[in-house]
């Protein structure tokens, strides 16, 4: 046992020992943290969104610097001050978000910040050569020529990773790969990343899909709220014991909810269409009713029309073609503020952006729709003691931590400032409330809370939901009926959901099936009743 | 779960660096001024003493001091109404100097309207000339997705060619030695409220003073100020709760073309015989350097503009003691702009502040946890 365990020690390539960091706005993300990297393994680092595992990636990678901490690389304490200088050391980094130039081609983009040169002429030639040379070397064919904006995602990736190669790092940290990959993508690059693992690279799989890390890591480490939960050899654990480690306890989000209480249509779709700027028809003639009481979720890969429909119904798009009409109003040439009359509530999808403002205090953030109403204002003149009391009502409601309704959104983290957003859309007691992924990437407790608010709407104040989620389980969940929607088109619609499983949901999202236009048909109620 | 004992908020703590941050800017730039006076003065010591004192050492001084105050409360007010909403509308510049001559279009007529009217109107033309003039960047941004800031540039430039051709031109009282308009009319002017070795303050200190502390209420409590802080901090986050962003950008532009009208007019109704401005007055820059030093709050704009005023009595003080030229004021300003565009000074030492309070609230809150038998991440996970 201790032979053993002395030969892994041996290799060991990279240690982070305490790491600590907090960022500017007070947030800890990493506390006294703990690394281990073999040579030659997968190494999963697991935890829930907000866990602190791209924090810690960026700190090994030079973005950040820790409070506390140090890295031993290779036997060596070092100081990894910036990116360039992690290369240097061998350590690589596969962002979320890739870092390539759209408008370079490959081999450009491969010898970015270290092009090889004639003199001081960039040496295109010696560029095109070394990305061919790379990717023969580690079995990842590119075409060195072609344009980065006309490769499909999972190339790029491949790409970002051939360029980390490129640059002769032992290290590579992926940061979850596979979130913008499909299926047959994400088996291709396990391929590749087992490949290289035999050839004796490191590799951080950074993920929150435990089936992925299961399938493909040695090793895992879990993070939840900046701490490590626990270090573990893959085939000791099952994925329960995972996910307990990643949220603290069992997981349990079920809502008890009573059968909805139906009335009359509220929101009416009928005939949507809608045309990008690219010119691509990313809504293709949707119909549908969400009633008084009900929760109507839709289903759907990202990308195949949910943000268009939910940004027109929003007023944040133009309503192109077809009728949208909320209590037989229609919202066509109506602007955000007169959909919003309407009584129309909205969560956007990218909550740092339309949902909140960082740098104002929760009051001014909550009081956003209704700073000109009496009693928060009179003439023009706002009220602050009435907004101070109606935001500590809010933050007390929603139960927000927070250093009191002066604090700064900035200072919140995520769960909370959705927590924010909610107190402000839910409380103004909406006819309609469009939600897009109300609980994508906040801790558990606030996707619970946010859950059981949603669902309150419906019982307390009658309340129309149209519910947008990519959390299968959630719109199971917490809706009444669901729709799938596949390339702009409703692909299936089920009114009772007594049954009805993720994998059920998942054929109809893929395009696999279709139900049949009557059963489909279905969705529009005012129609049956005439 | 409002303030808690004990408890310090992040936001407090970056509230205190921004004065900090002030405050050593002001004390860099003036360092600096000492630098350059000990240089090159002769008598570096005295200079240094004349410097710091000068506008308190005589009434007259301390006179001329709230004279040059008065126009500079206006122009950074403005720019504090169009920094809230994020709209970088360059051209008070030439508001401020076009509104000159709108209002001394009005002023100069004899026998126009009896006394407070007459002013009154010419402040009225000279907003419509300075509303005139905020609206076309303000305009181009949002209809043609033009650049703010180099829309408003450029037109500062036409416009001093503009108001170069009408003071030698068109308004030109061809009856005087040098270029300039006809005389005020007496009825048009403002009262002078202190005068001392011939040094008259007029009514427009007061009315700048009034017109602060009315953009504060603005800006602060008010809908419309409200909406343009919302619109300056998130564009989108604004639109999205139904806040009409073009309209806020363009009445903004219209609230600050006010002040510009009326600061304009007080400052020729009050302190000149003509209008006599052949080239802008540079008061607007002052006013870009003052509201980003109070922060964007019109409140400390007065203190800005007196220490800005301050220190260029000084300088002249100087001018005429010494061998030190006014241009020294110049240094100072620049300073003080670079320290407070430099967004990451003291941005170390303010993230020490920040962790060691959130340890420290961490701790605190551990404690607390330990207290009532749970801990800390349980919490957490439940909140």
């Known amino acids: 046992m201790t032979n053993v365990e002395n030969n892994l020690n041996n290799d060991v390539i990279l240690k982070m ?495 696999v099936k279709r139900m049949s236009d009557e059963e489909i048909a279905a969705v529009m109620h005012e129609k049956e009743e005439a | 779960m409002a303030k808690k004992k004990g408890y310090t908020s992040t936001t407090q703590i970056e509230q205190r660096f921004t004065i900090i941050r002030a405050a050593l800017a002001i004390a860099v730039s003036l360092l600096f001024c000492f630098v350059l006076i000990f240089i090159s003065s002769d008598k570096p010591f005295s200079d240094i003493v004349t410097f710091i004192v000068a506008p308190l050492t005589s009434k007259s001084r301390f006179a001329l001091l709230l004279i040059r105050m008065s126009p500079l409360l206006f122009t950074s007010l403005a720019m504090c109404v169009l920094f809230s909403a994020n709209t970088a509308n360059l051209a008070v510049e030439g508001a401020f100097y076009m509104a000159a001559f709108s209002s001394a279009a009005i002023s100069v007529l004899e026998n126009f309207l009896p006394a407070p009217f007459h002013f009154i109107v010419a402040c009225l033309a000279g907003c419509v000339g300075a509303i005139l003039v905020l609206l076309i960047p303000a305009v181009l941004e949002l209809k043609f997705n033009a650049n703010i800031v180099v829309c408003s540039l450029m037109l500062n430039y036409i416009l001093n060619s503009l108001g170069n051709y009408l003071i030698t031109g068109p308004m030109r009282d061809n009856g005087y030695s040098k270029e300039a308009t006809k005389v005020i009319a007496q009825s048009a002017k403002l009262p002078i409220i202190y005068n001392v070795g011939g040094q008259k303050v007029h009514l427009g200190l007061i009315i700048g003073i009034v017109c602060c502390v009315i953009g504060w209420f603005l800006i602060y409590k008010t809908n419309f100020g409200y909406e343009a802080r919302t619109v300056g901090q998130n564009p989108e986050f604004a639109k999205f709760s139904g806040i009409n962003v073009g309209k806020v950008v363009v009445l903004g532009s219209i609230v600050a073309a006010i002040f510009c009208g009326i600061g304009a007019t007080s400052e020729i109704n009050g302190y000149y015989r003509r209008m006599e401005w052949d080239v802008p007055t540079g008061y607007g820059w002052d006013g870009i350097m003052i509201s980003i030093l109070a922060g964007n709050n019109p409140l400390l704009c007065i203190p800005g503009a007196a220490f800005l005023a301050y220190i260029r009595t000084s300088a002249d003080v100087l001018n005429m003691t010494s061998n030190i030229p006014v241009e020294i004021v110049n240094v100072v300003q620049q300073v003080v702009i670079i320290m407070i565009a430099a967004k990451g000074l003291l941005a170390g030492p303010q993230q020490k502040a920040i962790v060691a309070n959130a340890k420290r609230n961490a701790e605190l809150q551990a404690k607390e946890a330990a207290a009532q038998g749970e801990s800390p991440s349980d919490k957490e996970v439940q909140a």
């Open chain 1, 17 to 511: 020992e305490n790491i600590t960091k907090i960022y500017s706005n007070g947030f800890i993300a990493n506390k006294d943290v703990n690394l281990e990297l073999r040579r030659g393994e997968i190494h999963g680092l697991v935890g829930e969104n907000g866990a602190g595992k791209t924090t810690l990636m960026k700190v090994l990678f030079g973005h950040e610097r820790p409070e506390e901490g140090r890295i031993i690389f290779e036997g060596k304490e070092v100081q990894i001050t910036d990116p360039t200088h992690a290369l240097e050391l061998g350590i690589g980094m596969v962002h979320q978000h890739f870092m390539l130039v759209d408008t370079l081609s490959v081999a450009d983009n491969m010898v970015l910040g270290a092009e090889p040169s004639k003199g001081i002429v960039y040496d295109k030639k010696r560029a095109i050569e070394m990305t061919e040379e790379t990717a023969a070397k580690y079995n990842l064919p590119v075409d060195p020529n072609a344009l980065i904006k006309d490769l499909s995602v999972g190339y790029r990736q491949r790409v970002e990773i051939l360029k980390v190669l490129l640059r002769g790092v032992k290290v590579l940290i992926l940061d979850e790969p596979t979130a913008v990959l499909t299926p047959q993508e994400t088996e291709e690059l396990f391929v590749q990343l087992i490949n290289l693992k035999k050839q004796g690279f490191t590799i951080v799989f950074i993920s929150h899909k435990l089936q992925e890390v299961k399938q493909i890591c040695d090793r895992i480490t879990v993070l939840r709220l900046g701490r490590v939960t626990g270090h573990a050899n893959i085939e000791d654990v099952e994925i329960a014991d995972i996910s307990r480690m990643m949220v603290g306890r069992d997981v349990d989000l079920e809502i008890e909810k009573d059968k909805p209480n139906i009335g009359k249509p509220v929101l009416k779709v009928r005939d949507l269409e809608h045309i990008d700027k690219y010119g691509v028809k990313t809504i293709d003639g949707l119909s549908f009713d969400v009633r008084e009481g009900e929760i109507l979720g839709v289903a759907g890969v990202e990308g195949n029309g949910q943000s268009e429909l939910s940004d027109t119904i929003c007023g944040l798009l133009p309503l192109q073609h077809g009728s949208i009409t909320i209590d037989g109003q229609s919202i066509a040439d109506k602007g955000i503020d007169k959909i919003r009359a309407m009584n129309v509530s909205m969560m956007h999808e990218d909550r740092t952006i339309y949902g909140a403002s960082r740098n104002q205090s929760i009051e001014e953030n909550v009081m956003a729709d209704r700073y000109f109403n009496a009693p928060y204002s009179k003439r023009g003149i706002l009220n602050h003691k009435e907004i101070t009391e109606k935001t500590k009502e809010l933050i007390k409601d929603f139960v927000v931590k927070c250093d009191g309704p002066e604090a700064l959104v900035k200072t919140l983290s995520g769960g909370n400032v959705q927590k924010v957003v909610a107190a402000r859309e839910f409380s103004s007691t909406p006819r309609l409330l469009v939600a897009s992924h109300p609980t994508r990437g906040i801790d558990v407790g606030a996707t619970d809370l946010i859950r059981r608010k949603i669902v309150d709407l419906r019982d307390k104040y009658n309340s129309a939901v149209l519910l947008f989620s990519a959390d299968l389980n959630e719109l199971i969940n917490v809706s009444d009926s669901i729709i799938v929607m596949y390339d702009g088109q409703i692909v299936a619609y089920f009114p009772e959901l007594e049954g009805v499983t993720p994998s059920v949901l998942g054929e109809y999202m893929l395009g």
